[in-house]
C-alpha cells in the first residue's frame, strides 16, 4: 500500500502522483472515479468495478476490497485517536503503512 495525503481527488493530483511512484505496465483497480479514466493511456492496466452495482466485477473479478478495507481501518484509526492534526498526517501515515 502507498499513501500521501492530497488535498482533492481532481486527476490534475491523482495522475501525476501514480505516474511519479507507479511503475507503467502496473495492473491498477479502482472503481469508476472519472479521476481515474486516462490511466489506460498513460500506460497502466486499469481495471475498473462499479460500486454502484457490485463489489467484484463479474466479467474482469476486479475489485477494490483490499484497499477498501484498508480505508476503512486507517479511519478507524484516526478515529480512535480523535483526529490527527493537519500538520502530522504526512508523518502519521507514514508510520500507518
Known sequence: VFAICIPNKKSEIILPLIEKHVLPGTKIYTDEHKSYQKLNSLGFI??????????????????????????NYLKYYIKMKKGIEPQRREYFLIGFV
Open 46 to 71: 486499469h481495471g475498473t468495478v462499479s460500486h454502484k452495482y457490485e463489489f467484484i466485477n463479474k466479467e474482469t473479478r476486479v475489485n477494490t476490497q483490499a484497499i477498501e478495507s484498508f480505508n
